[in-house]
């Protein structure tokens, strides 16, 4: 019995001991920053980011001309029913006329040139009627008391909407110097009419697709000299992107910036934000 106890000692006297020690910690994994594994990884990191950054940038320039093309689409519409409200009025105007000429017509005797006629006399024949009136006072005829009006000379077309019209629909399709030649010669020859704004925000715009960048900053910028007030965000953008375009970086993140600064409920902030973050990152 004491033989198979003693060993069973021992055994757990070593067990004890080994249990006692501490285990040595385990080596920490070391990786190194010119591992070349980690280098390629931070270059794929890079161009990825490098690749979103300039798909934001994409997208936004092609949402721009979505939208621009839309607001032209948009603009020739509100030109129409500015148009058919002018007409209304004519046609207004004409039926106010007519009604001024029958309440006169209205306040008339019903026989002219004999007082002897008595209203109330009725006669079935105009030979009756000539009996009944001497020869010396024979009803004459009078001339046409309601003149002829000419709906369609009344109800006219403004030609300046109408050539306004034409050079949206030309934008339209992309006929851009066909629309800046339409555009420019509504503004010589009436700078003070109401939709002159419209006008010179929409000479921007093709010069701007024409890749003419500079006209089309300097016609942007005209635009807050009008009353065009639903333009002045869509044209502090484009001044932005004007510049960007032709290469002076800092004048465009100005832009962009003022944008942010004065028409912070424009729907251009985010694009605004976008583009200064990608010319801070790139351009600069």
């Not at 839309?70 to 020739?76: Q, S, T, V």
Request: net charge negative.
């Amino acid at each position: 019995m004491k033989k198979i106890i003693f060993p069973l000692m021992i055994i757990a006297v070593i067990f004890a001991s080994c249990a006692s020690k501490p285990k040595p910690a385990a080596a920490p994994i070391l990786i190194q920053s010119d591992d070349v594994n980690i280098t390629l990884l931070d270059k794929k990191i890079e161009n990825l980011r490098d690749t979103m950054t300039l798909a934001f940038a994409s997208m936004d320039e092609y949402y721009i001309q979505r939208t621009t093309k839309l607001h032209a689409k948009l603009d020739r519409m509100e030109a129409e029913v500015m148009e058919m409200d002018t007409q209304s009025d004519a046609l207004i105007a004409v039926i106010d006329q007519m009604n001024a000429y029958l309440r006169e017509l209205n306040g008339l005797p019903i026989f002219f040139g004999s007082p002897k006629v008595i209203a109330e006399q009725t006669v079935k024949t105009p030979e009756e009627l000539i009996g009944k009136v001497p020869e010396e006072e024979i009803i004459i005829k009078p001339e046409i008391i309601v003149p002829e009006v000419k709906v369609k000379e009344a109800v006219k077309a403004d030609p300046y909407l109408t050539q306004y019209k034409d050079a949206l629909n030309k934008f339209y399709y992309q006929r851009y110097s066909e629309a800046i030649e339409i555009f420019e010669r509504l503004l010589m020859e009436n700078p003070q009419h109401e939709l002159a704004g419209n006008v010179q925000y929409w000479v921007g715009e093709s010069y701007y697709a024409l890749r003419q960048y500079k006209k089309a900053y300097n016609a942007f910028n005209m635009v807050f000299n009008t009353n065009a007030f639903d333009k002045y965000d869509d044209t502090q953008l484009k001044l932005g992107f004007c510049y960007f375009k032709m290469g002076k970086m800092r004048s465009a993140i100005q832009e962009f910036q003022n944008l942010i600064t004065f028409y912070p409920n424009s729907e251009h902030v985010t694009i605004a934000i976008r583009q200064i973050g990608i010319i801070e990152q790139y351009g600069l």
